[in-house]
């Protein structure tokens, strides 16, 4: 069995991220091949994960995420009233 754990959170402690595998460990299904676990960034918690989904909770992509929500909050986006305008606007 293999169990792997996301945390997008690049400066986790060797501790913490010890504490968060054996917390895995204690917490996986045993009959499959593959169990993954990622720490959810709004919970704060360890969540199960499909495995087909781990290409999310990378912390790349956890990083694409937050840049996301920053220009969200700051309003650095734009709406359009229709696919027409969109277009238009490219």
Do not use: N
Request: glycine share 6%; aromatic share 12%; net charge negative.
């Amino acid at each position: 069995m293999t169990v792997l754990a996301y945390a997008p959170d690049a400066s986790m402690s060797t501790e913490r991220a010890l504490r968060a595998e054996r917390w895995c460990l204690g917490h996986s299904d045993t009959t499959s091949g593959q169990v993954l676990y990622a720490l959810h960034p709004q919970k704060k918690e360890f969540v199960r994960i499909d495995p087909s989904q781990a290409w999310f909770w990378t912390p790349e992509w956890q990083a694409g995420e937050s840049a996301v929500d920053a220009d969200l909050a700051e309003g650095r986006y734009e709406e359009y009233g229709s696919i027409a305008e969109f277009l238009a606007a490219l």
